[in-house]
């Protein structure tokens, strides 16, 4: 039976610091007078079924935090990362002095699929859409200068984030920062590769082996690191809906939830390690729902599949990141406009981090404007807007209650559909999923050349765009990089570095967690794409199959 529950005190005490006013932020624009927290509006049921309740409390519908921006605004955490670690860190350095909170990584392909910029398989790809990183030398030029002990740092990374981490571990130790200080997050999200991105390296199996040895690792050596950052985002551009986009992602934290668990950790120890990563569309109310949604529905996942009995075990955080695939190469500027409307999205919806998406990038690499505008983009939100000064502004809405209920109710009853495929390691082996996906995005499409959905600038309002400035990588970074890494492994001691890599042979035959082996091999300074290449010897790769 549904009860009424009593106002907690802490939020008594928010909604006195409303009346009277004392700060300009507790007042709209125009002086009236600023509810910082709206009333519940709803009998809540024992179930969490429909519960709006208050911030800060499970499940979490109205955000993870009882104050929300009032006690701490959202990280802007601007994505960069292209040609070489000096020209990043440059980057880095650039738009740590234009405001930004926090270093997000952008690796290039080479990277991310364990190959030395001097690999074959890596030509013509280096520095191309990301730093390219191959050694300890190169993660200690990406971030010389940067206070790692105070900063947190993102790095998107999944196949070959056990070895991005251990560069980062041993660059840290290396300048006197214990590991226990760092604080970031690594993506690690390897079910998702073989969803919508592609860039796994070995099969499904051991890539969860190599995960949950990551995630281990980071409970108990790393405990400020978020081990994995469960990506909604990359579902939903590969054509995900909304309701996909909670379900598949949830499931896939699931899956890694149960997986850890069966390795006998804690799950009160390792669910606070767990973030997410969602994306920002373009429709604005459904996706505030959505994030409160996901938020409710994760709460109920985690208490009654996993029986988690800390509230901070509840509660799902998550970065935001404005969708890359609504930018048009048509008419540039009216992106700036489509990236504003959705890291509103974001802010209305309690995202713990941000990234806004430059104007420019459906046509290059981020110029250093662009990427200007969009970090002022969310500074005139934070400080200018008003939304940041009252807690939950949209809680209580008929719309966004009612999308959010019904949002939550259809990614539930999806997320029991993966269970009837036998969870989602196995509804991914199949090709379920991705079918999934690929059925949602024909039909988008399909309704875009019908002209059923409207884009401005691409089937709307179109006009002859004028040119926009190209960035290029360098044509000789390759033959750079080369260079670079014959130097580094000719200066290196080269029987401790094989010593190693045969160490980390020998660990993932066995049962061993692998992370203590790998952060051997970076300190023996085995290279990344030597480390990965040991990692293929035992594992395999993976080929994905032609009959979906």
């Known amino acids: 039976m549904a009860t009424r529950r009593k106002t907690p005190k802490s939020q008594s005490k928010l909604r006195k610091e409303a009346s009277p006013p004392t700060k300009a932020s507790e007042k709209t624009g125009s002086g009236l007078a600023l509810d910082i927290v709206v009333p519940g509006v709803r009998e809540e049921a024992d179930d969490f079924s429909s519960v709006i309740g208050y911030p800060g409390e499970p499940p979490y519908t109205r955000g993870i935090r009882a104050t929300m921006y009032r006690g701490r605004l959202w990280t802007m955490r601007q994505y960069a990362g292209f040609g070489t670690a000096k020209e990043t860190n440059r980057r880095f350095k650039y738009l740590l002095a234009h405001g930004n909170e926090g270093l997000s990584v952008a690796f290039d392909l080479p990277t991310q699929m364990g190959y030395d910029s001097d690999a074959p398989a890596a030509r013509g790809e280096v520095g191309r859409v990301g730093v390219a990183i191959s050694t300890l030398e190169d993660m200690s030029l990406l971030f010389d200068g940067l206070p790692l002990d105070r900063v947190s740092t993102s790095m998107t990374i999944n196949a070959t984030a056990p070895v991005l981490l251990a560069l980062y571990v041993a660059v840290a130790e290396a300048r006197g920062i214990r590991r226990g200080a760092l604080r970031g997050t690594v993506q690690n999200d390897i079910l998702k590769e073989y969803i919508a991105r592609s860039t796994y390296i070995y099969p499904p199996a051991p890539s969860m082996r190599l995960a949950l040895d990551l995630i281990e690792f980071c409970s108990r050596e790393v405990p400020r690191w978020n081990a994995i950052s469960v990506s909604g985002y990359h579902i939903r551009e590969a054509g995900a809906t909304a309701v996909q986009e909670i379900a598949f992602t949830l499931a896939n934290g699931l899956a890694y939830v149960h997986a850890a668990v069966a390795r006998g950790l804690d799950v009160d120890a390792i669910a606070p390690q767990i973030s997410f990563f969602f994306n920002a569309h373009m429709d604005l109310l459904e996706e505030v729902a959505k994030f409160r949604a996901a938020r409710r529905l994760w709460a109920v996942l985690m208490r009654d599949r996993f029986h988690a009995r800390h509230p901070e075990s509840l509660a799902l955080r998550f ?43 459906a046509l290059s690499l981020p110029s250093e404007r662009a990427v ?5 983009t969310q500074q005139i939100l934070a400080h200018e807007s008003g939304v940041a000064n009252t807690v939950d502004p949209a809680g209580g809405s008929f719309v966004i209650e009612s999308l959010t209920d019904r949002l939550e109710l259809e990614a539930a009853a999806l997320i029991r559909e993966v269970d009837r495929h036998g969870g989602m390691l196995k509804a991914v082996e199949s090709g379920w999923v991705q079918s999934q996906i690929a059925d949602s995005a024909y039909r988008y499409q399909m309704e875009l050349e019908r002209g059923e959905r409207t884009v401005v600038g691409v089937n709307a309002y179109t006009e002859e765009s004028e040119k926009i400035p190209v960035a290029k990588t360098n044509p000789k970074l390759a033959a750079d990089r080369a260079r670079a890494l014959k130097t580094f492994r000719r200066g290196r001691n080269a029987k401790a570095a094989t010593r190693s890599l045969r160490r980390l042979e020998d660990i993932a035959r066995g049962n061993e ?13 085995s290279t990344l794409g030597e480390i990965s290449d040991v990692l293929r010897s035992v594992f395999g790769t993976y080929r994905p199959r032609q009959d979906v």
């Open 372 to 376: 200007r505008l969009a970090l002022r």
């Open 513 to 525: 967690n692998t992370m203590p082996a790998v952060l051997e091999a970076v300190r023996a300074k």
């Open 319 to 361: 970065h935001a990141q404005t969708a890359g695939v609504t930018l048009t190469a048509q008419q540039p500027e009216s992106n700036a406009v489509r990236v504003a409307v959705q890291a509103l999205a974001a802010v209305l919806g309690g995202a713990q981090s941000l990234h806004t998406n430059s104007m420019d990038e």
